[in-house]
RNA sequence: GCCGAAGUGGCGGAAUUGGUAGACGCGCUGGAUUCAAAAUCCAGUUCACGCAAGUGAGUGCGGGUUCGAUUCCCGCCUUCGGUACCA
């Protein structure tokens, strides 16, 4: 028969699902590999074409890896917990749990449809209570253990009460916010209240207040990118910074771990930047400053501790506990009305217009320590709370942000070090030589930070201290649909946690998902829930996002245990994911917080490994083609009026005065360029989609069309609406998305993988483009013809190959495997496409070559290669054939063509036989005819020669 | 703003360690086949000048190192990702 790929595709699905092809057991005598996913979040809008990008080629590895004789584990689930599906309920009342299940219902669909080789049994959903109850578990964990500094490990907290109970906690050396210190005495006088107050210091999972972008109008808290300039982006409501009680995991305290450990791992070096530049570390010094006629002092975090002398103003945070106490009534107006302006701005505001300065005066003077110096104290939002101390020591001679401040707030700026001895020299390299600063003076500034630091120390007023910029994760979500928290406060207000026995604590159900009144989660209204016993309430808030995808690897290794996260001897053998292919989005979010959760598990002696994820690649981002028209803002005689971009562009409307209302790009003639554009049929076929514009004015240069007519200012019959063409990301508001079925339809699965693998660099970004997808199917037939004839007969023959035959297999075989070792599978397609036009132009129909060929094409297009496999015999998988290896007898070549180059521009290409030595080549290169117009006049300085490569003849 | 990445023909991209820039594919042009079309096959296709042989230019922009730079260094520009509650 011919090529069909809708038949052979359904039928070797079928049978593989049949035979259990992919199943993976967690005993074998092979070595283990395993290859993960990011798993997807199941969105309303199902998989779209960018999202199998990573999925092909780590199947395409896993694959290749089995060939390879591994056994390989290559899962799949869901990360089914999120803002969407909740959003979407509170719009429809539709429960987050149906809506999530349909959604993950489309995508197993339109996985399935790719020819994954994904083991099914081990899947997991980190919305369903059997998975969800091990993340609980995992917290409770957390919540039960302190980090002990001297042992750098996580240990149980009850160790911690002991130690507290006999000496209390002078002696202890621990990640903790616990400020004060008691003794065991003071320990056991304490309530119980006041005992978990301060066990919250030091557990890894702790409350504390934190601050959420609360909007009053929506009644909810808002992520950062649903506020845009301190408004909703849904309505445009303000958003006010709200303090709230609320959980945190102190990763803080595996800080260090974290950024040493990217030593050991196979990340690339801009991923492990990104992680390593996340957690900041500095090293500095803590100080503290008395505050001048006030009780108390400030204690601020300096990375620069030597420039204290220039130190002539202070800044602490606008939230800074400090504020209200130490601000002066004549200042109190003013700083009341900067708090409530910085209130309204979100941290990424702050931190980015860096340009504007913005501040207010407290009132206030502290001292410097060493001279006595009166230094105003104020308040900025360019400092932040959760960062260091919350307050910093103005330098504004070092310091560009400070003296932005100084020069706009007209505060004194005392220069302290003197760089001229170092050119060029910026304001933040550590060098020149100290004035103006006391004792200090006439030293070199690495020197005047031992010294001040060591001051410092002897005075008792600070020390060095490393600091890091990473920030305990904020836990808390006042949300519906995440994971519940298993833990019940008493009538005091004490935290306890649940027993594993009751876990998990399931969602109580509820129909409406709205937040209940005071920034509470909606779970607040499930009132049986939340006050299950007399004076006892549930934690009403929600874990993040984060907390089901931050061990959900280790599941799969088994994922059906009910008696553990997973059994020890599973994780024994699987120990950690030796591939892991997702995206650079999650580069510091997702995979920090994994690492952690690992660390802290390997310190329990729960996992092998200290670190989860070996190797790992980024896939790049499909994006769509987004294609919008200009819309006039105000209608013109009561109708839409929509207007060609180019004459938005002529500037006969402003675009100021337009909307860019986005249309499908199916309707869009030349869509993604410059020149793409509407014409009669595309305003025809987008009213039908969108009647609200059946009478819609759409002027074009050439003419108006309106009411199903177009009236052209110049006898020409076609409309030509310019659009807007922009790259972005694929999604349903775009009306750009590309549903990988409809290609799988018309081209099959194997092209569709072959496709998507031929676009370019699995790491790199690239926008969709159906249209060279004919290229890859025909190399799909092309392949097929190799064994058929033009009638569809199967014509292969067991003649002996040719010498040119085996050198075109061979260097196909060496090549592949080079190429999908280092992850580059565009060029594997490449070479596939230049072995088969070889193949084909000498009317190869041979098994010993064809057979080879099918097993190395088989990771990428698995269907066409298990019908070949069959026709070629075999009654087992392709999938459990030996992997070929190349013969470098079959490659040698007798002569080598060299470029011959004049200054190290090619001129010229000569062929000589293969073992020609340096000098042969250098004479014959010279000897060339061609070259000879080259030398006139000239003088030949040098020939450089390269066996192997080229010859460079160097003339002047 | 800060951190990270990318930029090569009309388009997607290749060039693995500093050594033939443009492999492979799309598109386009011409031809074969066909009553015609689709499909298929063959040839050509970086740009400029030239009938041609050929000559010159050329990997975002500006410099530098080198016999030789898409590749290394310095300074910019543009686009994309992240920026701690999107996932």
Not at 489 to 506: A, K, Q, R
Not at 569 to 591: M, P
Request: charged share 25%; aromatic share 12%; glycine share 6%.
């Amino acid at each position: 028969m011919e090529y069909q790929p809708r038949v052979i595709e359904k039928k070797w699905k079928k049978w593989w699902e049949e035979n259990a092809i992919y199943k993976v057991e967690n005993i074998s005598d092979k070595p283990k590999f395993y290859v993960l996913d990011m798993f997807p979040y199941p969105s309303g809008s199902g998989l779209h074409v960018g999202h199998p990008l990573g999925y092909i080629a780590s199947d395409i590895f896993s694959r290749y890896k089995r060939l390879k004789g591994f056994n390989v584990l290559h899962p799949m689930g869901y990360d089914a917990f999120g803002l969407p599906a909740e959003q979407y309920a509170i719009q429809t009342g539709v429960h987050p749990a149906k809506s999530t299940a349909k959604n993950i219902a489309r995508y197993r669909e339109q996985l399935d449809n790719l020819g994954f080789s994904f083991d099914w049994n081990r899947e997991v959903q980190t919305c369903d209570p059997s998975y969800y109850k091990w993340t609980q578990w995992i917290f409770l964990q957390l919540f039960e253990h302190y980090y002990c500094k001297d042992a750098d490990s996580a240990k149980p907290i009850s160790e911690l009460i002991a130690c507290f109970e006999k000496v209390g906690n002078g002696k202890v050396n621990a990640a903790t916010s616990q400020e004060n210190s008691f003794s065991s005495d003071d320990w056991n006088a304490f309530s119980n209240k006041e005992k978990d107050d301060v066990l919250m210091n030091y557990r890894l999972a702790y409350r504390k207040v934190t601050y959420v972008n609360w909007c009053e109008e929506l009644g909810t808290v808002l992520a950062n990118d649903e506020v845009k300039d301190g408004v909703s982006e849904r309505g445009g409501f303000p958003v006010e910074r709200k303090p709230m009680l609320q959980w945190s995991l102190r990763i803080t305290a595996f800080a260090e771990r974290l950024l040493n450990d990217l030593n050991d791992i196979e990340w690339s070096d801009a991923m492990k930047k990104m992680q390593s530049n996340w957690i900041g570390r500095s090293t500095g010094a803590q100080m503290f400053f008395d505050l001048d006629g006030n009780e108390g002092q400030i204690e601020i975090y300096t990375t620069r501790p030597d420039t204290i002398f220039g130190a002539t103003f202070m800044v602490v945070a606008p939230e800074h506990d400090l504020v209200a106490q130490i601000t002066t009534d004549s200042q109190k107006s003013a700083v009341d009305e900067y708090v409530k302006y910085v209130g309204a701005r979100s941290e990424r505001e702050r931190m980015s217009e860096t340009k504007t300065v913005t501040g207010a005066f407290t009132g206030a003077y502290c001292l410097n320590p060493f001279n006595g110096a009166k230094i105003p104290v104020w308040i900025s939002e360019y400092v932040l709370k959760d960062y260091g101390t919350g307050a910093i020591m103005a330098v504004p001679a070092d310091d560009e942000r400070d003296r932005r401040f100084a020069e706009k707030f007209g505060l004194d700026i005392v220069e302290i070090i003197d760089k001229s001895m170092h050119e060029g020299a910026t304001i933040e390299d550590k060098v020149g030589k100290m004035i103006n600063s006391d004792f200090l003076n006439g030293m070199e500034v690495l020197e005047a930070i031992q010294a001040i630091n060591a001051k410092l120390v002897e005075m008792g007023i600070g020390q060095a201290q490393v600091n890091y910029r990473l920030r305990d994760a904020i836990y808390s979500r006042q949300r519906y649909w995440g994971e519940p928290f298993p833990i019940m406060y008493d009538e005091e207000g004490v935290s306890h946690p649940m027993n594993i026995s009751d876990l998990p604590l399931e969602l109580p159900e509820l129909d409406d998902f709205k937040p209940a009144s005071g920034a509470k989660s909606p779970l607040a209204r499930a009132e049986e829930w939340v006050n299950f016993k007399e004076g006892w309430t549930r934690e009403t808030d929600t874990m993040p996002g984060f907390a089901g995808s931050s061990w959900y690897f280790l599941r799969y290794m088994d994922a059906k245990n009910e008696e553990a996260f997973a059994g020890q001897d599973a994780i024994n053998y699987w120990q950690d994911v030796d591939l892991y292919v997702g995206g650079t989005e999650h580069a510091v979010g997702h995979l920090m917080y994994a690492r952690f959760w690992h660390k802290f598990l390997y310190d329990k002696g729960l996992v092998p490994t200290n670190e989860p994820f070996r190797k790992l690649i980024n896939q790049g981002m499909i994006q769509g083609v987004i294609e919008s028209m200009y819309m006039l803002k105000e209608k013109v005689e009561g109708q839409a009026k929509f207007v060609c971009a180019g004459l938005v562009k002529k500037g006969k409307y402003a675009e100021d005065n337009t909307t860019k209302i986005p249309v499908y790009v199916d309707y869009i003639q030349n869509y993604g360029s410059s020149d793409s554009y509407m014409n009669i049929d595309s305003i025809k076929k987008f009213i039908d989609w969108r009647p609200e514009y059946e009478h819609a004015i759409f002027e074009c240069a050439n003419g108006v069309y309106q009411n199903g007519g177009f009236n052209a200012f110049d006898g020409v019959t076609e409309s030509h609406l310019i659009t807007v063409s922009e790259v972005g990301k694929m999604s349903k508001s775009k009306y750009n998305v590309i549903n990988p079925d409809d290609v799988v339809e018309k081209y099959g699965a194997d092209t569709f993988r072959m496709y998507e693998m031929f676009l370019g660099p699995v790491e790199q970004s690239k926008p969709w483009d159906t249209k060279g997808i004919d290229g890859v199917s025909k190399f799909l037939r092309k392949l097929w013809s190799l064994s058929h004839n033009e009638e569809g007969k199967y014509i292969v023959t067991d003649d002996e190959p040719t010498k040119e035959e085996l050198k075109i297999l061979h260097t196909c075989i060496k090549q592949i495997n080079q190429d999908i070792e280092r992850f580059s599978f565009n060029t594997c397609v490449s070479a596939f496409m230049v072995c088969a036009n070889g193949l084909r132009s000498g009317k190869c129909h041979k098994r010993a070559i064809i057979e080879p060929l099918t097993i190395l094409v088989a990771p990428f297009a698995p269907h066409i290669a298990e019908e070949l496999w069959h026709l070629l015999g075999h009654e087992t998988s392709v999938n459990v054939a030996t992997y070929p290896v190349h013969k470098e007898e079959y490659l040698k070549e007798d002569s080598i063509t060299y470029p011959i180059c004049i200054n190290g521009k090619k001129r010229a290409t000569a062929a000589f036989s293969a073992d020609s030595s340096k000098e042969d080549l250098e004479k014959g290169a010279l000897a060339l005819e061609e070259m000879q117009h080259w030398f006139e006049g000239k003088t030949i300085r040098k020939v450089i020669v390269v066996p192997n490569r080229m010859i460079n003849i160097v003339v002047g």
